[in-house]
């Protein structure tokens, strides 16, 4: 049913519609929108041409054209026979817009819930969210109108439907179908590749063309090199890059180093001493002992890697990339792209940032948010289990492996103390709003809240009982990685994305390769899911994840998620 109602509205896009009782003339049928398809993924210059004075609803991201802040939504009136032009972003893995239509001068609109798509909304009606509340037009003095949520939803609206397609020149194998736009898969997995490529090289460092032996402390040679390609990087896309080294003294009275960060900075044009942070830690698990083994050749799991290709070279891809994207945006709040040392030493170069460098440094500074990336990309829609594990599983009734399970993507939110509520239904909501429309993940997403369940076990219980939901999102009891130092130490609300974790068989081992993660990935032959190989899988979730990272900052830099729990 759901494919045959996007097949009519296609079908007849041109004719738009109505919903509710007719005010006016007003029609969608005279609003021309130009180009008639638009390119996802890109901000791009849209034109708007009205056959009767009208005010439309544009729902996406768009980019003032005075002070060059990208903001949520906007609302324009045209008079009859004129043109306006918006700076608009066509979400990146939708190929449906919609523009809602009506009488000039009109204030109030009716909203899709935050877990529906558009495309969704229209197919039911057009009618208010579920709560009946829609959203209420800000007048601004100068730059575009913004919008606020409201208890009016103003009634009747017409609808115009606009397409818009992802233009790439990768083969499809090589995940062609999510290759193009502000930032996108492909050039996230290079960054993946450049990191972690084994060939050959004259690196007296570590002997390999990428930036292997990356354990953080005591001064590590490889660290220290690894560093300087982060330095190079970051000040090459144009930001303020400072390193933070803290120190302590060991008992024979020598300064060992215990966590060097490296962050770049852009100083926010509105509120520079409020930060926004993207950040993912940079070192690998030590080794445990002098020889360690790939564990698919004996059998048995140590501990320690070289390389780190998952844990946390991916979120540290991720990251860069976001970085050079947002280097050529203003932003009203200063933009903090940080690469983390001592994580796999719990937590210490975050812990020492925010203690040290915000808390006592910097006083005055407020971060708002705070967004994790780590052991991001070996999950949905690839991830049927380990390639080195039973070549042919036995399949259960809902299309899963039984000795295995198809991993979910997880959108971890914080603080979130309680289990059985929401403490942080601000930033859970906003997830949703992202992941449901502008993703295309409407039907993979669950929210998980364990009120029927125990505090032990309730993840996987709701996640079970909601028939396993191939995206989840959920506020995280138990904070394992870098984001726990910003709520604990700050009070900051995170949000991280991140894939499969003590199930992926090269968690913290030699394994933990590029490699290793496409063979995670790869379901070419197999009795679930689209078959694709694992490049073709491992981009699309590299892009799905660093794009819902990009709208996440973009949304929090024109209003906060602030923590709804202090």
């Not at 002997?207 to 354990?215: L, Q, S, T, V």
């Not at 819902?548 to 998620?561: G, I, Q, R, S, Y």
Request: with cysteine.
């Amino acid at each position: 049913m759901r494919a045959f109602l996007m097949v009519f509205i296609i079908l007849t896009a041109p004719l738009s519609g109505c919903f509710g009782e007719s005010r006016g003339e007003v029609n969608s049928n005279d609003l021309e929108v130009t180009p008639g398809t638009l390119i996802s993924g890109v901000f791009q210059e849209v034109s708007l041409e009205a056959g009767q004075s009208m005010s439309v609803f544009v729902p996406y991201l768009v980019r003032d054209p005075i002070t060059g802040f990208v903001q949520n939504s906007t609302v324009v009136d045209i008079v009859k026979g004129a043109a306006i032009s918006l700076d608009l972003l066509s979400p990146p893995r939708v190929s449906l817009l919609v523009m809602l239509v009506g009488e000039s001068g009109r204030d109030n609109w009716p909203v899709r819930a935050a877990n529906e798509s558009w495309g969704s909304w229209f197919e039911r009606g057009g009618a208010a969210g579920e709560d009946g509340f829609g959203v209420s037009r800000v007048r601004a003095n100068s730059s575009l109108d913004t919008l606020n949520s409201s208890e009016d939803a103003g009634g009747a609206v017409s609808v115009k439907t606009v397409f818009s397609e992802r233009v790439s020149t990768v083969a499809e194998g090589e995940g062609g179908a999510h290759s193009s736009g502000v930032v996108h898969g492909r050039v996230v997995y290079e960054r993946l590749h450049e990191i972690t490529d084994p060939a050959n090289a004259l690196d007296p460092v570590d002997g390999k063309a990428g930036y292997w032996d990356r354990w953080a402390g005591q001064g590590n040679p490889a660290y220290e090199d690894a560093a300087q390609y982060l330095i190079s990087e970051l000040s090459s896309f144009g930001l303020e890059v400072m390193t933070h080294r803290f120190e302590f003294t060991d008992i024979f009275g020598i300064q060992n180093p215990e966590a060097y960060n490296i962050c770049a900075y852009k100083w926010g044009s509105v509120f520079t001493n409020e930060w926004l942070v993207f950040g993912a830690h940079f070192d690998i698990a030590p080794p445990a002992n002098m020889v360690v083994l790939d564990p698919h050749v004996t059998g048995s799991r140590t501990y320690g890697t070289r390389v780190g290709a998952y844990d946390n070279s991916a979120g540290t891809s991720m990251v860069l990339e976001t970085a050079r994207a947002l280097a050529d945006f203003e932003s009203r709040r200063t933009m903090v792209f940080c690469l983390w040392s001592g994580e796999e030493g719990g937590k210490r170069g975050s812990d020492y940032w925010t203690d040290y460098y915000v808390k006592e440094d910097n006083p005055d500074v407020t971060v708002t948010n705070y967004i994790n990336l780590d052991m991001a990309g070996v999950n949905w829609p690839g991830g049927g289990g380990a390639p080195h594990g039973d070549p042919d599983p036995q399949i259960d009734e809902g299309g899963y492996p039984k000795d295995t399970e198809v991993w979910p993507m997880r959108v971890y939110i914080g603080p979130g103390p309680n289990h059985d509520s929401l403490d942080q239904p601000g930033m859970v909501g906003l997830s949703n709003w992202i992941g449901s429309d502008a993703l295309g993940l409407e039907e993979q997403m669950g929210t998980l809240v364990g009120s029927n369940f125990s505090v032990d076990t309730w993840k996987t219980d709701v996640w079970l009982d909601m028939g396993r939901p191939e995206i989840i999102v959920y506020e995280d009891t138990t904070a394992r990685s870098d984001h726990a130092s910003f709520q604990d130490n700050l009070g900051t609300v995170t949000v991280g994305f991140g894939g499969l974790v003590d199930g992926y068989w090269c968690y913290h081992q030699t394994c933990d390769t590029l490699e290793e993660m496409e063979q995670w990935m790869d379901t070419t032959g197999k009795d679930y899911g689209e078959e694709n190989t694992g490049v073709a899988n491992l981009v699309n979730s590299l892009d799905m994840i660093t794009w819902w990272a990009l709208m996440t900052f973009f949304h929090c830099d024109e209003k906060p998620v602030l923590n709804a729990i202090q």
